[in-house]
């Protein structure tokens, strides 16, 4: 074994702080002779990012477990502390979702807030992502932290921490976190207090139903058209899955109140449960996630299929099609249709803002951008990652306050089904979305048509937009070097074509520099911060981007083009096409 390894074996093992039955695991795994397992959960400590951390559970060093948490709640404890007596008063607020050992973890963490002298405001119970930023504002909270690993495998769960603004942290906040929480040195440092204690002393105090109906009465005002769709929701019937997560606390109840009727909870996914048991993965970007619910759909007579991950920050939907059969969108054609549906109902009521601004990241498609500029909108785009939609709607915020020149947020979206119909929450909120998604289907209705009639139009309009991506998992230290050395190779020798396509240019995000690839000389700049992003512009105008997971051991390899064809059917062919022959060639110039 390593020696490095070896050693950090032992700290754990001799570490007091741990219980005796984590010590245990790591034992079995010695007398296996496990050397590999060893190595990953000890080559290094379980990485606190720019927002948190994401692992598998279990005992180690670089796993998810009460100590690494707990040593996260320490880091974060110690930040906020040095921002005042006032700051610690108002505390943090707290919530979990449906994954093994989220009730353990959200408890742990107020338990350390607690032990040093921070007041948490935990939840009662499992509750959606987009509450937890909603309730940090409405509290007054310094900071807010969700227990989650959101879409992922039922293996993992995740820490994300938000900052008073309901935006997960961004610099500085961000890196002063991390700092901290490396700062922390051996689990025995993390100061831990009795929850019982904490409780009767005020340090943890519990939250619940009156969050919840200050967060589902905002929802309730955010509705644009509330008597079409009062009067079409009698009607409409709706498939609704949580996906065995905590979708099913407030989304149902959400459409209910808005006037839908008819909200169908498929019932062998409505329970929480962290083991995911009717799905692979508990993610409705995967088509498999939602079969139970077409199937329920199709059963029934519904007209729309909807279903949330996890902690209910990302939604999936399928609408009928041609011969009744049920189409799963993709995130970037939903987003174009709430982008078309909100820009489309501001202006016929008279309420478009004159400085409008649609805010989207680099890696998503190009439709919702030509839809939103169409109406006359901004189009401003981000880092991949909704903290960073979340922190320009918070500047829009504050330079109003300030007296400064503003813009006016209408819609936030990505590609990877996060939408934010509504600034009252600064993260993506699968809870309002759900709604908006369900309003745009009654006012189809109202017209005769629905969803994907729309969108079919709106490709006529437009044209025909289609994205497709590539992903390869090198899980452990060893993919972690793949991963680093494909981005270096890319960086040093960017490809001149790609699927035969010549690349016109090359933009790094970590300097910011956009070059052409011919010549290599400078051809502008993106102003955003420096990210491990990798984008390239090719003659047909498609792109292909390249950008490492922050959560998961991935590489991704982002694809989106556009066919200009008339005809829908030879449109989607030539895209289907094209893009398939550019993922060919992204894994023969990666070796992968």
Not at 123 to 138: G, I, K, N, Q, Y
Not at 453 to 471: C, I, N, P, T
Request: charged share 25%; aromatic share 8%; glycine share 10%.
């Amino acid at each position: 074994m390593d020696p490095m390894i070896e050693k950090a074996v032992g700290e754990w093992l001799n570490e007091p702080a741990i219980a005796e039955a984590d010590k245990e695991e790591i034992r079995s795994l010695l007398r296996a002779s496990d050397e590999k397992e060893l190595t990953d959960r000890f080559y290094r400590d379980l990485e606190f990012g720019t927002g948190g951390m994401r692992g598998l559970i279990g005992a180690g060093r670089n796993r998810m477990n009460v100590y690494t948490v707990g040593a996260a709640g320490q880091g974060l404890a110690n930040y906020v502390a040095r921002q005042g007596e006032a700051a610690k008063k108002a505390g943090v607020a707290i919530a979990y979702d449906s994954r093994r050992c989220s009730d353990l973890f959200a408890e742990r963490t107020a338990a350390v807030l607690a032990g040093n002298g921070i007041t948490a405001y935990l939840f009662e119970r499992l509750r959606p992502t987009p509450e937890l930023s909603f309730a940090v504002r409405h509290l007054g909270c310094t900071a807010g932290v969700v227990i989650t690993a959101s879409h992922n495998p039922a293996a993992y769960n995740g820490y994300k921490v938000y900052w008073s603004d309901g935006v997960q942290v961004v610099p500085p906040h961000d890196r002063a976190i991390t700092d901290e929480v490396r700062g922390v040195g051996g689990f025995g440092n993390v100061r831990v207090m009795d929850p019982a204690a904490a409780k009767s002393q005020g340090l943890i105090r519990m939250i619940g139903r009156e969050v919840d109906e200050a967060f589902l009465a905002q929802v309730q005002a955010s509705c644009l058209l509330p008597d079409i769709v009062r009067r079409k929701g009698r009607t409409l019937k709706i498939v609704f899955s949580p996906l065995h997560g905590a979708g099913s606390t407030l989304v149902p109840e959400a459409l209910r109140r808005r006037g839908f009727e008819s909200v169908l909870e498929v019932p062998e996914q409505c329970e929480p449960d962290g083991n995911f048991p009717t799905v692979e993965f508990p993610n409705p970007e995967e088509g498999p996630a939602l079969n139970l619910s077409i199937e329920l759909a199709r059963k029934e007579g519904a007209d729309l299929v909807i279903a949330t991950d996890p902690d209910v920050d990302r939604v999936g939907i399928a609408v009928r099609g041609p011969d009744d059969a049920f189409v799963l969108l993709t995130g970037n054609q939903t987003a174009a249709l709430l982008t078309y549906f909100i820009c489309e109902t501001l202006t016929r009521q008279g309420r478009f803002p004159a400085d409008a601004a649609l805010i989207t990241t680099i890696v998503s498609g190009d439709m919702m951008k030509d839809i939103a500029r169409s109406y006359g909108a901004e189009v401003i785009e981000v880092l991949t990652g909704f903290k960073w939609i979340g922190e320009r709607v918070s500047q829009f915020e504050a330079d109003r306050v300030a007296g400064r020149p503003s813009k006016t947020y209408i819609f936030g979206a990505e590609e990877s089904y996060g939408y934010m119909p509504a600034d009252y929450t600064r993260d993506k909120d699968a809870v309002t979305a759900t709604a908006y998604i369900a309003d745009m289907a009654a006012v189809a209705v109202a017209q005769g048509f629905n969803l994907y009639d729309w969108l079919e139009e709106l490709f006529r309009r437009f044209g025909y937009y289609q994205e497709g991506a590539k992903s390869f998992t090198l899980p452990g230290k060893e993919g972690a070097d793949r991963i680093k050395q494909i981005m270096e190779t890319l960086r040093k020798n960017p490809p001149q074509a790609i699927g035969g396509i010549k690349v016109i240019t090359v933009a790094d995000l970590m300097t910011g520099e956009i070059r052409e690839a011919a010549t290599g000389k400078e051809a502008g700049r993106y102003d955003l911060p420096a990210a491990d992003v990798l984008l390239l512009v090719l003659a047909d105008g498609s792109k292909v981007i390249a950008r490492p997971s922050g959560t998961e051991p991935k590489i991704k390899f982002y694809v989106l083009t556009r066919s200009a064809l008339k005809d829908l059917d030879e449109a989607r062919e030539d895209a289907t096409a094209r893009i398939k022959v550019l993922v060919e060639d992204i894994a023969r110039l990666t070796g992968m």
